[in-house]
């Protein structure tokens, strides 16, 4: 018998196109690959992490003693300055003109007294040779006691105008750092307007704002971690204070910390605060990408028995930490889908163990 080979050609043609068919139906049926992690109990720490900045422990405010308009500002923000250091220079015109007319005062007190003395000693010169009376020779040492006391008292008033002129010299009361200067050059001062704010060189703390919503669970005494920004430093530190009045403006509450001497820790440095608020311990995480609904009713996809999705309602810790904390609704070993927008539930799958 006879097989023509346009039949067979034929054939395989049919037979090839059956295989290409079945393995596509066998493709687009097949259940896709979705990446999952197996739940585990890791020891993690219950952690705020807060961006603080260094400040001294000791702040003063400096303000003038009189008011007047500022001529010169002798130092800047940043800038660190001895005690008794001049800071600014304030106009004081009626007590500069003040202190002139004292010291002209003085200058006419030393010139009568002058005259007074050589009057003495012309009366007494006369009262030797007897052409003077005592009585002459008495008045003129009377008037030289006179204009000599007008002399000291002259130079009192003096020194005091000097004295209080200078007060319109602002210095700084100790050895400190400038943190803050508000005020500009012309500007009119009063007594109560602050001109520097000053920190003490000696001695310094971390002062950070923490928000209103995880505030309440800090205490003295709790241990943190720093490190300055962009250093890879690491420093122990502890709460030491916990501001109970709450930034309308900002929801924020401030909390100060103690730390271990560092010479890059310097005033007005930033740090990264890791407060240890629970040690660690074993708890049940998972990828916060991992969440659906995380807000309103989170739950988890995972891998059940038969590779078929499904969803389950979980109770996560409100805490802000990079990997959701898992209270209930989630044993260990179980498989976690870390794609959950690209499956549903009840869809089977083919799970791979992400790395």
Known sequence: MKVSRKGVGAGLIVVAAGIVIVLALFLLNRPPQTLVRPAEAEPTERVLAVVGRIRPIERVEVRPVYPGQVVRLLRDEGEAVAAGEPLAVIRGAVEAAQ????????????????????????????????????????????????AQAEVAAARATARASAERTEEFVVRAPTDSLILARPIDPGQVVATTTTLFELGATAGSEIEAEVDEAYGGVLRPGMAARISPTGSRLILDAQVTEVSPRIDASTGGRFVRLSHQAHPELVPGRSVDVTI???????????????????????????????????????????????????????????????????????????PVTAP
């Not at 260990?332 to 869809?347: D, F, M, S, T, Y």
């Open 99 to 146: 202190a002139r007319a004292d010291e002209a005062r003085v200058e006419a007190a030393r010139a009568a007294a002058a005259e007074a003395a050589q009057s003495y000693e012309r009366t007494r010169t006369l009262f030797e040779r007897g052409f003077a009376a005592r009585a002459a020779l008495d008045q003129a040492q009377a008037q030289l006691r006179t």
């Open 276 to 350: 240890i608020v629970e040690a660690a311990q074993p708890r049940l995480l998972a990828p916060r990408q991992a969440l659906v609904d995380p807000t309103v009713a989170p739950k988890l996809y995972v891998a059940g028995a038969d590779d078929r999705v499904e969803a389950r309602p979980v109770k996560i810790d409100d805490w802000p930490s990079s990997a959701a904390i898992i209270l209930d609704g989630l044993a260990a070993g179980e498989r976690v889908i870390l794609n959950p927008a690209k499956v549903e539930p009840g869809q089977r799958i083919r």
